[in-house]
């Protein structure tokens, strides 16, 4: 893609899964890439694989970092870290903190970080990595399907606020992805998730598509739309199926 060819990208959460994939493609086309996670060996070993830069470290405060080892610039932010924050309506604060703070508020300090030079140059793009959890939500996962509705919402907004001044945003929402996330996720997303699900280097293929498309929404699992779509259409209804998905993952699926 021209967009991409040469261009500074950071993805964070890449020492492996939807990350990892990520990296690989925009290094694939081209990219300048860094590369980021709490794990710096395995940062690094993606970066040493693709011919990357590693910047290890908290996903919140690596943008000034990035943007240096990058040459000044970055054109591309994949905000790909997350934390899958199983638990209910009991859970402690904070597990509700934690997954607050690497969900929605590590996008929201790095377009702190990124918008000026992006406002100023009249061009950037801001990639999400949400999840189906977002647009609809997920059974044993409280703290986790709040937050990434929160991700949508603030990806949602910056698109809306910003779109006229040059800022293209992409949120990405699939289902199940074979990760160690979705092995973490356990009975609940092997019950929920697991039939469907994707490998990661399908997520960077759907991105691709929706970028040479300036498509906000990235669907790696197409019925998501329809999912979405009833949802909306008939919310009772559309809650009382997820009750019974509940109902038989506390009866036996746990």
């Known amino acids: ?41 395995k940062a690094k070993a993606v970066a040493a694989e693709i011919g990357a830069l590693a910047v290890p470290g908290d996903a919140s405060l690596i943008v000034d970092t ?33 997954a607050w703070d690497v969900n929605v508020m590590a996008h929201v300090r790095a377009v702190r970080a990124l918008l000026p030079d992006w406002l100023e140059r009249g061009s950037g793009r801001f990639v999400s990595t ?33 779109r006229h001044r040059g800022l293209k945003v992409h949120a990405i929402c699939p289902q199940g992805v074979r990760t160690d996330m ?9 019950l929920v998730l697991s039939s469907t699900a994707i490998e990661p280097a399908a997520v960077a293929d759907a991105l691709f598509a929706a970028m040479a498309e300036d498509r906000f929404l990235v669907l790696p699992h197409p019925e998501v739309a329809g999912f979405h779509q009833a949802r909306a259409a008939d919310p009772d209804r559309w809650l009382a199926t997820m009750n019974r998905v509940q109902q038989k993952w506390e009866g036996g699926a746990r």
């Open 1 to 41: 893609m021209s967009t991409v060819h040469g261009a500074g990208v950071v993805v964070t959460g890449a020492g492996g899964g939807i990350g990892a994939a990520l990296a690989r493609r925009f290094a694939a086309e081209g990219a300048r890439v860094v590369v980021n996670d709490l794990d710096a060996d």
């Open 66 to 98: 990035a943007r240096e080892a990058l040459g000044g610039a970055v054109d591309i932010y994949c905000a790909n870290a997350g934390l899958g924050a199983p638990g209910d309506a009991l859970s402690g604060e904070d597990v509700w903190s934690d």
């Open 130 to 162: 949400v999840s189906a959890a977002g647009l609809l939500t997920m059974i044993g996962a409280a703290p986790y399907s709040v937050t990434k509705h929160g991700a949508l919402a603030y990806a949602e907004w910056l698109s809306l606020t910003y």
């Open 182 to 190: 979705l092995t973490a996720s356990g009975s609940a997303g092997e």
